[in-house]
T-cell receptor
Framework: GENVEQHPSTLSVQEGDSAVIKCTYS??????FPWYKQELGKRPQLIID?????GEKKDQRIAVTLNKTAKHFSLHITETQPEDSAVYFC????????FGQGTILTVHP | NAGVTQTPKFRVLKTGQSMTLLCAQD?????MYWYRQDPGMGLRLIHY???????AKGEVPDGYNVSRLKKQNFLLGLESAAPSQTSVYFC????????????FGEGSRLTVL
């Protein structure tokens, strides 16, 4: 089955800096790559997704890039704010989603 | 419009006891999922359903059973709880499978002593 590895497990940045989270996947048939944000004590919520026929997608301060040849995709957050502090999960899908282990992002004011 | 509702929110069990978690949705979504979340391990799929009357195993199905007798409800059962099943459980729904947004419930925290 699919295996998704996510790095780093924790990431600490200063407000205004950029943050990058990287994921690799194993199944070349995966065609959908969403990112979920989970604030402390809350449910995960979709923040951005990308499909296999697209290399990059941007939504305001967040962007996702996909390299199908290398089987990796990344989340980029620019101009980070304290409210960006959360756990971020990547996922890859052929039939069902397989999630990465999560990254705890802390943005210091 | 409640979305996805899980009950109970918290439960403490003794080893060997049984219990059922209920997931109810009013979104008319076909697909429903049960995940467990453990520190450092992300969200792992337990069982899922692609429609009323269907169920299938996910990545970590052992020790759990599920039923989807009605489209809006997806039940997760633990017949004989073990300490290894201490976790936060999330139900999620999806309009159609594979490439759609998952809508999660608020989670149910289960502790097995």
């Amino acid at each position: 089955g699919e295996n998704v590895e996510q790095h780093p497990s924790t990431l600490s940045v200063q407000e205004g800096d950029s943050a990058v989270i990287k994921c690799t996947y194993s199944d070349s048939a995966s065609n959908y790559f969403p990112w979920y944000k989970q604030e402390l004590g809350k449910r995960p919520q979709l923040i951005i997704d990308i499909r296999s026929n697209v290399g990059e997608k941007k939504d305001q301060r967040i962007a996702v890039t996909l390299n199908k040849t290398a089987k990796h995709f990344s989340l980029h957050i620019t101009e980070t704010q304290p409210e960006d502090s959360a756990v971020y999960f990547c996922a890859a899908s052929t039939a069902q989603l397989t999630f990465g282990q999560g990254t705890i992002l802390t943005v210091h004011p | 419009n409640a979305g996805v509702t899980q009950t109970p929110k918290f439960r403490v069990l003794k080893t060997g006891q049984s219990m059922t978690l209920l997931c109810a949705q009013d979104m008319n979504h076909e697909y429903m999922y049960w995940y467990r979340q453990d520190p450092g391990m992300g969200l792992r799929l337990i069982h899922y359903s692609v429609g009323e009357g269907t169920t299938a195993k996910g990545e970590v199905p052992d020790g759990y059973n599920v039923s989807r007798l009605k489209k809006q409800n997806f039940l997760l059962g633990l017949e004989s709880a073990a300490p290894s099943q201490t976790s936060v459980y999330f139900c999620a729904t999806q309009l159609l499978g594979n490439t759609g947004e998952l809508f999660f419930g608020e989670g149910s925290r289960l502790t097995v002593l």
